[in-house]
């Protein structure tokens, strides 16, 4: 019998020194005496990847999360050699690998300053019980280096100081600092001297991270099999960290449809169709814009995914009609446990086709769920996800549905240690064969791609809207995503907004929370603030539990009625900036969110800010966190901004009182920006947009702005059917000056802007419009600085006395 003997742990390992090294075009081969290999592949000058095999030998390589979309391309790949180092140069940087013992240094190629520096480096302890390696990497940290990123983390915005787990998990009700919750996204970035960079380990076994917890100057991460295998990615500014990493795992493939912009009610559950028209109703009686509602697990038979309770919806294909015609989608849950049950024909093929998740030794890994005894399709093989998609056909092609909703897919079992599948279960992963310990983190995301898939195919020529809970590295590219069960709690309102913005800066932006809190009863007052924080979110849905109590706009008294109409009104006047940027999201990866450190990180005060953020380019908000507030301090970032509200002009750079009663939330535009409006709808479609309001913040300097439309649906906008505007706004203390320059060949139904302009600081006393001078009753200038002028002009020249 083999007992646990030294023989068996021979602890941490190291690299030898480098024996040879080859280059083949932009990857370079370093082999050490001890037989370790290190690959290094140049991306793009900022990118480079990292991967160690200690046996020398390199496994099948294949991601879930890096897309085959990635950029790719350098201008600069140089490779030298000393003494004692190799040393790789591109454009962006400098990577020196010690010939003694493969650690890597990695400097700015500009000005040669340190970037990251390996501690150990990589190391690795063998895996005597799995077979394979426990791979770690540790780097040096800085004084002064803060750390962000990693997904849906409830903590602190700044990272430093503290130990990560990933590991995704059903977490009812969890907690501030709780750790691992719903997502495992191995993405951080770090922060020093100005300089920001990005770290992704590209590793799906349960990982970890430590932010100089451990020991003061050091940050690690390893994982418990797998590869080392990393990505190095620079900025220098964050926000090109983001947007190289959003372009390595994933833009969303296509915009949404403008709709899931809009407000969407939700709740556990909303049955029979009555209720379901009711709550319709409701909305539109109280004339508060909605644009979806769900259906919960209670509209299945049984819960039998893919079915309908008939008693409860006795015709679904009616309702959602209606519901559609009212402006309602309907969107409606798809959980990944199937009911052990010989009538069930989907419980049927799947198990004649043999696509259920097996154990180690042969049975079905048979779990517990919402219908009972449950086998899992193992969304891991490309046939088993052909076969999930092509289920969705009678849901969304004849029904209707427009939206899906994918839950519990970590994937949640109930009544057993851990909450999921033991780690033996095995996994097809896309034809490589293995255990639960890797295919774990992306279980949910492949069940996501396979809905997303479904939805494409069925919903064409519309797009697809899809939600899930679980998601890995470039689940973004599918679907959006919600923060799971959190609780009507004002700690919660907090973490939703960090979460939010976390999410947005770990390249998945169209994320949301459960506003007002899944467990427990918010007050009407914890309701509103959250709503008013959740309509400058990109995901935007109030959903609780079917157990206590109502939580629709309603549910409290008419004051939070009204306000809460009131914030969704905003919601909907904004929608075409929240849509232009998305699209900068889906185009260039731009986060949607921008923490304030990410915003302007040069200025060090912005690096423990958790609670402001910057919504697309130029919106300010910061929640209202906290009960019988009549304002709050905040941080405003550095520049010139207006007071939403009155107009009020504001310098930051500085910490400042900001009034917001219960009215109101602390919103800031920067100055010389120029915000589309829409009317308001009480869906999105329900008014032809006859006119663009564009709201021009005077200031004088330049500053851009961009608006970008289409026809709100459909694939047209690929073919070049979309309108983009950049404007640029010149202010000098007489004049105003706008140019427009605009691409594609969407013609928008409007034919004019309504221009409202705040902080005129002259009179207008004349106007040209391309070079040639308009009469005032042409424009209809009034008094309140609102001006009327044909969306196609090039130049706008408005000149004070
Ligand atoms: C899970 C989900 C929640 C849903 C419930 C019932 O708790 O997170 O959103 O309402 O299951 O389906």
């Avoid at 009549?630 to 750079?653: Q, S, V």
Wanted: glycine share 8%.
């Amino acid at each position: 019998m083999i007992t646990n003997t030294e023989l068996e742990y021979k602890g941490n390992l190291f690299p030898a020194q480098i024996t040879s090294y080859q280059k083949n075009v932009d990857v370079l081969n370093f082999i050490t005496k001890n037989g370790v290999a290190l690959q290094v592949t140049v991306l793009r000058d900022s990118v480079l990847r990292f991967r160690y095999a200690t046996t020398g030998i390199f496994g099948n390589d294949f991601s879930y999360a890096i897309t085959k979309y990635a950029s790719r391309g350098y201008n600069k790949l140089e490779i030298d050699e000393t003494d004692d180092h190799y040393i790789i140069t591109t454009a962006k940087l400098i990577c020196k690998i010690d010939k003694t013992n493969l650690k890597k240094t990695i400097y700015d190629a500009a000005d040669n300053t340190l970037i990251s520096e390996d501690e150990l480096g990589f190391h690795w302890e063998e895996s005597y019980q799995y077979g394979g390696d426990i791979v770690k990497m540790s780097k040096i940290s800085p004084d002064g280096e803060s750390f962000y990123g990693l997904g849906d983390k409830p903590v602190h915005i700044n990272l430093k100081g503290k130990r990560f787990e990933n590991w995704v998990t059903d977490s009812y009700a969890y907690g501030k600092d709780t750790d691992p919750i719903y997502k495992t996204i191995p993405f951080y970035i770090g922060l020093h001297h100005k300089k920001a960079y990005g770290i992704f380990f590209d590793n799906t076994f349960r990982s970890f991270f430590d932010f100089a917890h451990e020991r003061r100057h050091v940050t690690s991460f390893w994982a418990q099999g797998g590869e080392m295998n990393y990505y190095f990615i620079y900025g220098p500014q964050m926000s090109d960290v983001v947007a190289n990493y959003t372009d390595l795992t994933g833009k969303p493939h296509q915009l949404p449809p403008l709709w899931a912009l809009g407000y969407h009610q939700c709740k556990w559950s909303y049955y029979p169709e009555s209720k379901v028209r009711d709550i319709a109703a409701k909305f539109r009686e109280l004339q508060i814009p909605c644009d979806a509602l769900y259906l919960d697990i209670d509209y299945m038979d049984g819960f039998r995914c893919f079915t309908w309770d008939n008693e409860r919806f006795p015709d679904p294909k009616k309702m959602v009609k209606e519901l559609e015609d009212d402006g309602f989608k309907t969107v409606v849950i798809i959980d990944p446990g199937i009911k052990i049950d010989m009538n069930y024909d989907v419980f049927k093929e799947a198990l004649d086709k043999d696509y259920f998740c097996k154990r180690a030794d042969g049975p079905y890994m048979k779990g517990k769920v919402w219908p009972g005894e449950c086998y899992f399709p193992d969304f891991t093989n490309p046939e088993v996800r052909e076969w999930w998609s092509d289920l969705y056909k009678e849901l969304i092609e004849d029904i209707g549905v427009r939206g899906v909703w994918n839950d519990m897919n970590e994937p949640a079992v109930m009544e057993v240690p851990g909450k999921t599948f033991p780690d033996d279960v095995r996994h097809n992963y896309d034809g490589n064969p293995c255990s639960h310990r890797k295919a774990h983190n992306v279980y949910g995301m492949q069940m996501a791609r396979a809905t997303y898939q479904g939805l494409k195919k069925f919903a064409y020529p519309k797009r697809p809207f899809a939600i899930t809970r679980a998601a890995y590295s470039g689940t973004q590219r599918y679907t959006s995503s919600w923060t799971g069960d959190n609780v009507a709690t004002w700690e919660h309102l907090w973490i939703a907004n960090i979460q939010a913005q976390r999410m947005a800066m770990s390249g998945f932006s169209f994320v949301g929370s459960d506003i007002g809190g899944f467990a427990e009863q918010p007050t009407g007052e914890l309701y509103t603030r959250w709503i008013q924080l959740g309509a400058f979110h990109p995901f935007f849905r109030t959903h609780s539990s079917g157990d206590h109590g109502d939580q629709e706009p309603w549910s409290f008294d008419e004051d939070v009625t009204d306000i809460v109409r009131k914030f969704i009104e905003i919601r909907y006047q904004l929608l075409p900036y929240l849509y232009t940027s998305f699209w900068q999201y889906a185009d260039e990866g731009t986060p949607m969110l921008k923490s304030l450190v990410l915003y302007d990180q040069d200025d060090p005060h912005t690096h423990f800010r958790t609670d402001e953020f910057v919504v697309g380019d130029h919106i300010l908000v910061c929640p209202i966190q906290e009960p019988n507030a009549k304002g709050r301090r905040m941080y405003i970032p550095r520049g010139k901004w207006y007071n939403f509200w009155n107009d009020e002009i504001t310098h930051g750079g500085k910490e400042q009182w900001v009034d917001a009663d219960i009215d109101k939330m602390p919103i800031f535009i920067k100055a010389g920006a120029i915000i589309p409006k829409y009317p308001v709808q009480q869906y999105v479609g329900e008014k032809e947009i006859d006119q663009l309001t564009l709201d021009v913040f005077y200031k004088e300097g330049k500053e851009n702005s961009t608006v970008f439309e289409d026809a709100h649906d459909g694939y047209d906008y690929i073919k070049g059917r979309y309108s983009l505007r950049n404007f640029k706004l010149t202010g000098k203390p007489n004049e105003l000056i706008i140019q427009q320059y605009k691409s594609g060949k969407y013609i928008t139904p409007y034919n004019t802007f309504k221009i409202e302009l705040h902080g005129l600081p002259f009179k207008i006393f004349k106007i040209q419009i391309d070079n040639e001078e308009a009469l005032f009753e042409d424009v209809r200038v009034n008094g309140d600085n609102t001006l009327v002028v044909t969306k196609d002009f090039t130049e706008l020249h408005i000149i004070g006395k």
